[in-house]
């Protein structure tokens, strides 16, 4: 979809139904709104209530889509406006443009310049027309279908229509099998949705056919469901288009123009709320845009996005190709599933809306670039050579190594030669320390106390600023077997100036003495494992020792993120390989756990994870992903993050 982006826009109209934003936002002149423009249907439904809109887009194409809409408002007659963007009067727009050109900027010319002489519908260009095109002209027909299409053109009945439906009811079938199997991909490249956000909704057989099923059976498709009626018919009536064609509502989006209520920023939201000023957004509309973000950017965004809002009536609103909240920085926001019973779209299947005042969490900026020089090439293949050759010297370094307990004697034998890279090597493969990171809960009243685990160079300790640690942790302590990765976290804590909060522990978390040197039990509001429970001999003990620090009664958060074996599930039942797919991912699970047994790395298996499901903690996260590893492309592990929270 990105090879579209700067060369045209890919939504030739807006993809959310407005109306059920407008039930839940109440909006008013007081209100600032930001959103995404995309087509510019929904901020134009925003503005008809007389809020305030800042409309972000990274695709000129999209902002120029929405300028020119804008400009058509101001400079021409009402007539004139339905007349181009319901009836797709192309020509009536190229004789105008001498009119509307001035009030478009620059880039936007540019695009209006090169591509309107071209242009000949509105409601079937865009790479998501397009496609939309090849549904009504091609597929429909193809598999029995076009009396929906006339049935539509008739407005026929709603009774009538679904008496139709049924008598096509194999047919409908078809269409819905070749959504899912053809142009489910296909949509990834011309509708705009990237293959993140669909891997979210593959946990049901027939995701697109669940979305036939509601577009004919729970809204009235004959009647007002202009977001499929305008691609049947190839353009809008006065009974079934967005509200902003409608002419009881030109005026007020006139007013609205002429009072300049209407911001486009070409970029990021990040870039956004970094650019914009003025009054603090009372709603964010985030559209569908998280279902494709990693965790860290969306961590990033909502910390940008929140401290550009109002506090007490600011509320976060989004919608989601997944059944749940899909992200751990999403769960901190405590949403709420909006009732969207009514949508005519029905293409997500879950919207959220979080009100900021019933937030007990800070959503606050983290740092992700390492601190010091990062090693060059040279630099990472001598540390990965280290790694690799271990296993040959391993007896050798043994003989030097110098820790407390025998554990640490073998952790420091492994690191001891290696810990000057150690961070810089394992930056690009340690893909879920930043998920853990970026999903670490900061709570609004402070006096935390924070409990790493493993915790090494104390790396994890960089992605907080100084200033929120201190405003936010009463003592943190960082426990680790190997003294020298415990000198670098010395050397780090006292760069950041945080020796008087920060305590480092050597000693192995397994043993009882361990709580000798650590915050009272039930006392601790997070304990996190980063890459550290793996290379603990008793997994279970260490498991038990943390959930006995936590706060209980849902206070207390234990976070693991490690590398993870391939669950045996996966290997049978949710393989979609068949044959010797299947005898191949077997074998590369037990490939993995050999590999990284050999640096003392053993992958957690799914008896560690179940432990996170008992009397005293229950698991309300659980993330895998595979991710590279650094000059070996053929090993990709899977990396997870499993987060619990006491009962």
């Known amino acids: ?330 769960e901190l926001l405590n949403p709420v599933r909006v009732d969207d019973t009514g949508d005519m779209v029905g293409m997500y299947f879950s919207t959220w809306i979080s009100h900021l005042k019933d937030v007990n969490f800070d959503l606050l900026e983290r740092n992700d670039k390492l601190c010091g020089e990062a090693t060059g090439v040279l630099g990472q293949l001598w540390t990965g050579f280290k790694i690799v050759s271990f296993p040959f010297l391993a007896s050798l370094y043994k003989l030097s190594a110098n820790a407390k307990s025998q554990q640490g004697k073998a952790m420091e034998a492994f690191y001891a030669h290696q810990k000057g890279d150690y961070d810089s090597f394992r930056e690009n493969m340690l893909h879920a320390r930043p998920w853990l990171m970026h999903s670490f809960p900061i709570t609004s009243e402070g006096k935390m106390i924070w409990v790493d685990v493993g915790g090494g160079t104390a790396r994890n300790l960089e992605y907080l600023p100084p200033k929120i640690v201190r405003e936010k942790f009463s003592k943190i302590v960082i426990l680790d077997v190997s003294p020298s990765l415990l000198e670098m976290a010395k050397e780090r804590v006292e760069a950041m100036g945080l020796s008087d909060i920060v305590t480092l522990v050597e000693e192995d978390f397994t043993a009882t003495k361990a709580f000798d040197s650590l915050p009272a039990k039930g006392s601790v509001d997070v304990v996190t494992m980063s890459y550290s429970l793996s290379m603990i001999p008793d997994k279970v003990q260490a498991v038990k020792h943390a959930i006995e620090l936590l706060k209980p009664n849902g206070k207390g958060r234990f976070m693991i993120a490690d590398f993870f074996a391939l669950p045996t599930i996966m290997v049978r039942d949710q393989n979609p390989c068949r044959g010797l797919g299947r005898i191949g991912r077997s074998f590369e699970s037990v490939f993995h756990k050999k590999w990284f047994a050999n640096d003392h790395v053993y992958l957690l298996e799914e008896s560690i994870v179940d432990l996170l499901d008992g009397d005293k903690v229950h698991k309300i996260w659980d993330v895998r992903e595979r991710g590279s590893v650094p000059f070996l492309p053929f090993l990709r592990p899977h990396h997870g993050l499993c987060i619990a929270q006491t009962k």
């Not at 407005?18 to 839940?24: G, L, N, R, S, T």
């Not at 319901?86 to 880039?107: H, T, V």
């Not at 909704?201 to 979305?211: F, I």
């Not at 509309?285 to 998280?290: A, E, I, T």
């Open 1 to 330: 979809m990105f090879a579209f982006v700067g060369n045209t826009y890919l939504y030739n109209q807006s993809w959310e139904d407005p109306a059920i934003d407008q039930k839940v936002f109440g909006l008013t002149e007081e209100d600032h709104v930001i959103t995404i423009a995309s087509a510019g249907d929904n901020v134009l439904d925003y503005m008809i209530e007389g809020a305030e809109v800042t409309a972000v887009d990274f695709n000129i194409c999209q902002i120029a889509l929405t300028e020119i809409k804008i400009a058509c408002i101001q400079k021409l007659t009402y007539d004139e406006f339905y007349a181009i963007f319901a009836k797709n009067d192309c020509d009536l727009l190229r004789s105008k443009y001498d009119i509307i050109r001035p009030c478009l900027r620059p880039e936007v010319q540019a695009m209006w310049d090169n591509q309107l002489p071209y242009l000949k519908t509105f409601m079937y260009s865009g790479s998501s027309g397009f496609l939309a095109w090849i549904l009504v002209q091609i597929v429909l027909p193809l598999c029995g279908l076009a009396f929906i299409k006339d049935a539509v053109k008739r407005r026929m009945p709603k009774d009538k229509f679904l008496a139709l439906v049924d008598q096509h009811k194999v047919q409908i079938k078809a269409v819905s099998w070749i959504a899912d199997n053809i142009l489910l991909s296909a949509m990834c490249l011309f509708a705009g949705v990237p293959k993140r956000q669909l891997e979210l909704g593959l946990h049901k057989k027939t995701p697109m056919g669940d979305v036939v099923d509601h577009v004919l059976f729970q809204t009235d498709l004959c009647g007002d469901n202009y977001f499929y009626g305008g691609y049947l018919l190839g353009e809008y009536t006065e009974t079934s288009c967005p509200r902003y064609l409608r002419r009881e509502n030109f005026k007020a989006l006139q007013d609205a123009v002429e009072k300049d209520r209407l911001h486009l920023v070409h970029g990021t939201f990040v870039e956004a709320c970094k650019q914009v000023e003025g009054r603090p957004f009372t709603i964010s509309s985030l559209l569908d845009h998280m279902d494709w973000m990693s965790i860290p950017m969306i961590s990033e965004e909502l910390a940008l996005l929140i401290s550009k809002m109002d506090l007490k009536r600011g509320r976060i609103f989004w919608r989601s190709f997944s059944d749940s909240v899909h992200s751990p920085p999403l």
